[in-house]
Each structure stands twice: as C-alpha cells, then as structure tokens.
C-alpha cells in the first residue's frame, strides 16, 4: 500500500454545486413497474441532479468556488495551487484547471493541473494537494466534480439510474498547527474494464461506430463512447478491498473504528456502502448518505456528502473524519484528517444550468 | 449455520422469493426471472458479507435448488 502522511493541512472549507434539473428514478421506462421499487431500494437513489444541456464539471465547481472563496473570504491573488479532478473535463487539452485559474480570476502565480480519475478521485485531489501545502504553499484550491450523467445510456438500465452530477470546491491551507492528513492509495489497473468508457481516447478514437447501440445484456444496450459498468465486478472489488484498506490505514496510524466521527464513503450505491459498514461494524449514524437525492456523482460524491449529509453544523465543530473513494481504475484511496472550524455554505442548485 | 437460518436470511434479503415457502428441496425453475442483474448482485453481497464466500454470477446460475445453492455458499465460506 501506498501510505504517506502530510502535516500542517487545514481545510478551511467545502462547498458543492448541482444542477437544478432532477431525474426521479420512479420516472424510469426502462426497469419494469414491478420492479422498480425493489431496484430502488436496493440502490438507495429515488433521485439525482443531472446536467442535460452542456453545463460541465467545471461550470459547477466554479460557483462552488466562487461562493467558497466568498465566504471564507479569501484574496484570489493568494491562491497558488488550483487542482481539477474530474473525468470529465472541458476539452482533452488543455486542462481544464487552466481555465478554471482564468476563469476565476486568479494570479498568474497559481499552479493549475488536471488529475483524470473518477470515484477515488477526491482522496487522490486531497492527498496531492496536502503534500503541497505541506510543503509551504499556503493556499489551494481543490475543485472537484464529474457529470457522468451525460456519458449514460438511457437503455442501460446498469449504469442510467445510477448517476448525478455535481462540481465542488475545497479550501486547504498551510496551518502552524501540526494537523496531520494520513493517506492510503491503490491501484489494480487489471480490472479497469469493470468501469470505463471505452472509446473517445487515443487508445480507440471516436469513429462511426462509437455512437451505434449494441446489446450488452438484458435491458443494457449502450454505445461504445458510453459508460460500460460491470455491477458484479465492481460489487466484489468494492467489498474485496475497502473494508482491509480502511482497517489497514487505522491500525497503521493507531486509531479504532470508534475513534473516528463520521466515515465519509464515495456513494456508489446502497448495496455497496451499507454492505461495507457492517463488515466494518460502523454505525449507520456515522456514515452520511446522500444517495437518496444525488445518486453516485462519481468524484465529487465525498465533499458533496460533507456538505449535504455532514453538514455545516457539525462540520463547525471539531471532527475526525475517514473519507474513502473506490472506482473505476479500479483505485481505491482513503485518507483520515481532522477538521474544525470548517466553513460549509449551504448547497447551490444552479438554476438553469440545463439551458 | 443450517439450511432453516440460511433460507430466512435467504427470504430477506432477495425479496421476490415468498416468505415462509422456501424448503431446501425447492426448485429455483419455480421463479422464472429470480436471477436477474439486480438479484445477482443483491446475493453475491450478502455471500460476502455473511459469509466472507466470493462467489462468481456462474456459482448461483448453477444451483439448481437451495440446498445446492447454500453449499455453494458453504464450500467457498471463509468463515
């Protein structure tokens, strides 16, 4: 395992962004009646956020930027480091940190790059950036968002019903306190067909029959520049490695399952996250849920989570936190850091994002 | 863990079986469409969670009944 600590991190503060447009799964043709409601309370989404009319990731972490910086009121000409992870950027190049950095207005000075990862994608965001902070740039932004809905197919009843879309914006900063970030990050690149896109990059370029619907299974039928899900596979990674790699990274750094306050899980969906909390004896009231009303927002699923289903309240006061992202890679991260004081405006709903 | 408590669990957590009508002897042929994606994924979980077992979707298609099913269940049981 790949274990590391950075000290001096703060998290001064997170904000999340969806798109006002809601899709209810009850409103879905594709699963039969009968059912739908097995289906939906076995994944745990009635509802998501989706993005239908061009607004991107970015679009979203930017006013989550926007309104974080505000509210922690910090000067944009001291921000030096700008990390977007997403798998969904603006363009294939440039990053889309860079237009992210002119966008808001921010120095000249300010590093900006891209990490391309998806469910594991915050722990990783988190933990690069707190290596940097560590190492003395005093301000960073963490943007972080995906709109996975638009890579669906409407006929893949695996994959559609699954997805929300949301952009969010962390704030970390160098603290003179000795606050320590403890990271655990893996990889198993043998089973990245389990969750991929597969054409649209170099590997396989878009050609005509990218956008042709093939049958994969009963009631999946999806293009070939669409998400391809394997719900078995990443079922069995998910329950495989995470319970060992969160209690791996506690009994490294000498803390029990107790002494944690809330474990903040990628929402991948019910069956996963409720099957790995009992195997890890976590109490449900320690493992906030935001799956019923944003579905898996693939990297932005974690400080979504902090915000709508933490909240600003007790993000205030001190807490300990486990936060854990596994996906398509197959990458799994889990980072454990303590918090307090940490600003959380209330959630934007970005009114016309789908026009 | 014997056959009784595993077809109870069993009931539970696959809710488009009856409760209470399950017998070890009972055929899964009995319910046309019992192992569709979602089910699949729903048993495979609980394997794993209640008896640390890594199935594959090949080891439940190929049971035939409960009883076949809960030995599967048993034979790759880490517990």
């Known amino acids: ?355 | 863990m014997n056959i009784d408590v595993f077809i109870k669990k069993l009931e539970a957590e696959i809710t488009d079986l009856p409760k209470g009508k399950l017998r070890g002897e009972t055929k899964f042929i009995e319910y046309p469409g019992l192992w569709d994606s979602l089910n699949i994924v729903l048993f495979i979980a609980f394997a794993k969670t209640e008896f640390d077992a890594d199935l594959e979707t090949e080891d439940i298609m190929q049971a035939k009944t409960v009883n076949e099913l809960f030995a599967i269940v048993m034979q790759k049981s880490g517990k």
């Open chain 1, 1 to 355: 395992m790949a274990f590391f600590s950075a000290n001096h991190v703060n998290i001064s503060g997170v904000a999340a962004c969806v798109p006002s447009t809601t899709y209810h799964n009850t409103d879905y043709k594709w699963i039969a009646k009968a059912k739908q409601k097995n289906f939906i309370d076995s994944i745990g989404i009635a509802s998501r956020h989706i993005s239908s009319g061009g607004t991107t990731a970015s679009d979203l972490c930017f006013d989550a930027a926007e309104l974080l910086i505000k509210k922690i009121k910090w000067h944009k000409e001291s921000i030096n480091l700008l990390v977007f992870v997403s798998c969904s950027g603006d363009y294939t190049a440039p990053a889309t940190a860079a237009l992210l950095q002119n966008r808001l207005g921010l120095s000249k000075n300010c590093m900006a790059f891209d990490i391309n990862m998806a469910c594991s994608g915050y722990v990783y965001g988190l933990s690069v950036v707190s290596k940097m902070i560590s190492a003395q740039i005093p301000k960073a932004l963490l943007l972080v968002g995906d709109v996975g809905s638009v890579y669906t197919s409407y006929k893949d009843k695996s994959s559609f019903p699954l997805f929300g879309d949301a952009g969010t914006a962390t704030a970390v900063e160098y603290s003179e306190k000795n606050n320590t970030a403890f990271f655990d990050l893996n990889t198993d690149g043998s089973g990245f067909e389990a969750l991929y896109v597969p054409d649209g990059g170099s590997r396989h370029p878009i050609t005509k029959k990218s956008l042709e619907y093939k049958k994969y299974g009963d009631g999946i039928y999806r293009k070939r520049s669409q998400i391809f899900l394997n719900g078995v596979e990443i079922l069995k990674f998910s329950l495989r490695e995470v319970p060992p790699s969160i209690n791996k990274l506690l009994s490294e750094i000498k803390l029990k399952i107790d002494d944690v306050d809330y474990f903040v899980f990628h929402q991948a969906n019910k069956l996963i996250n409720a099957n790995i909390g009992k195997m890890l004896k976590i109490p449900s009231a320690k493992m906030p849920d935001t799956l019923l009303h944003y579905g898996n927002t693939i990297s932005a699923s974690i400080p979504l989570t902090i915000v709508e289903g933490i909240g600003a309240e007790q993000m205030r006061k001190p807490q300990q936190l486990l936060l854990c992202g596994f996906g398509a890679g197959l990458s799994w991260g889990t980072a454990v850091i303590k918090t307090e004081n940490v600003v959380c405006p209330p959630l934007i709903v970005k009114q016309g994002a789908d026009k």
